[in-house]
């Protein structure tokens, strides 16, 4: 009966998939159209590792050398004890950042550490300032869907822009719908 039950369990818990995360390349055309927001070729991995950040953990190890990127995934540890992962392409492409990212996501996750995820991450900016993002598109992978996050300022945050962009995505991406778990990051 046991086993029943665990089959049950099994076949209700959905694995978390990075597809909608790939899906962002048709989101990036409506952001360029309709907002003037390019991608940076920035973005990043988040986790939470056990033990202390900065001790280098395997999940570390793993999401630094993940990617196929010309250049290495930056490692960097935040004052919350989250670990980020950067990475970048130089010229900006999307598709390729967007394979990195999920490089990374798959490779911790294929190590153990799928639990430890928390967001990934891609910035857009205006097509006039490109170094400034002004927009990120941040993406939980436990719920499948994003939501954006445009700062302002050093602790604000422009919600009228961001619902905007939820408005536009919607339809293109699966957009999270509780803006209460909309966290700056």
Not at 140 to 146: A, D, M, P, Q, S
């Amino acid at each position: 009966m046991a086993l029943l039950a665990n089959l049950r369990v099994r076949s209700r818990s959905v694995r978390p998939s990075l597809l909608p995360l790939l899906e962002l390349r048709s989101a990036a055309l409506t952001l360029r159209s309709g907002h003037g927001l390019a991608p940076t070729g920035s973005g990043t991995v988040c986790f939470v590792a056990e033990g202390r950040p900065g001790e280098g953990t395997e999940a570390e190890f793993v999401a630094g050398l993940a990617g196929d990127s010309v250049r290495r995934n930056v490692v960097n540890h935040d004052g919350l004890g989250r670990t980020i992962v950067r990475c970048w392409r130089e010229n900006g492409d999307l598709g390729w950042l967007l394979d990195d990212l999920a490089d990374v996501n798959e490779r911790l996750a294929q190590a153990g550490f799928a639990s430890w995820l928390l967001h990934t991450t891609v910035d857009f900016a205006e097509l006039r300032d490109m170094r400034h993002p002004k927009l990120t598109m941040v993406y939980r992978r436990e719920r499948g869907t994003f939501y954006p996050y445009a700062p302002r300022g050093t602790r604000g945050r422009d919600r009228a822009m961001e619902l905007k962009i939820r408005s536009s995505l919607t339809r293109i991406v699966p957009m999270e719908s509780d803006i209460g778990r909309w966290r700056p990051v």
